[in-house]
């Protein structure tokens, strides 16, 4: 199931590469959702999990390095095609969201380079990316 991948293939590359010497900065992908609980239940729950083993993956890796995770909110890809496609449903989401926009994909890029590779001091942090939306008090998601 995806969830299940959303959450193993975090645990399962920082578990292999903890011992490695030259691992100095490790980026987990969270989401929104981890945060908010939001969206659909598993998921949103494998990704809270990923907030949580980040912030204990920053402690076992120091002093050696450090770890962060990039929660992204709405991002504009094939994926959410749908829910862009939707008139209705779009409308209702940017009514949700400060910004008025999702992010770009390069825009979520720069903040994961920033996190892995210019960042060297901040770790155990989960950065959430979301145009202000997890201020929002609901979730919009076409009807079962």
């Known amino acids: 199931m995806a969830w299940q991948m959303a959450a193993s293939s975090s645990l399962v590359f920082t578990r292999e590469s903890k011992p490695a010497p030259w691992i100095r900065s490790v980026v987990n992908v969270g989401s929104a959702s981890g945060h908010t ?3 659909f ?12 083993y980040t912030k204990n993956v920053a402690n076992r890796l120091a002093p050696q390095g450090i770890c962060n995770s990039v929660d992204p909110g709405g991002v504009l890809t094939e994926l959410n095609r749908p829910v862009m496609d939707d008139a209705a449903m779009w409308e209702r989401i940017m009514q ?3 910004l008025r926009r999702w992010a770009e994909p390069d ?4 903040w994961v380079y920033f996190v892995g590779v210019t960042n060297r001091f901040m ?19 076409p009807e079962d």
């Not at 825009?107 to 720069?110: F, K, S, V």
């Not at 979301?130 to 979730?139: I, K, L, N, R, V």
Request: hydrophobic share 40%.
């Open 37 to 39: 609980g939001s969206e």
């Open 41 to 52: 239940p598993e998921y949103a729950a494998s990704k809270g999990g990923i907030l949580s």
């Open 96 to 98: 949700l969201t400060p």
């Open 107 to 110: 825009e979520i890029a720069e």
């Open 123 to 141: 770790t155990g942090q989960n950065l959430l990316i979301d145009g202000g939306e997890a201020g929002a008090a609901e979730f919009v998601w």
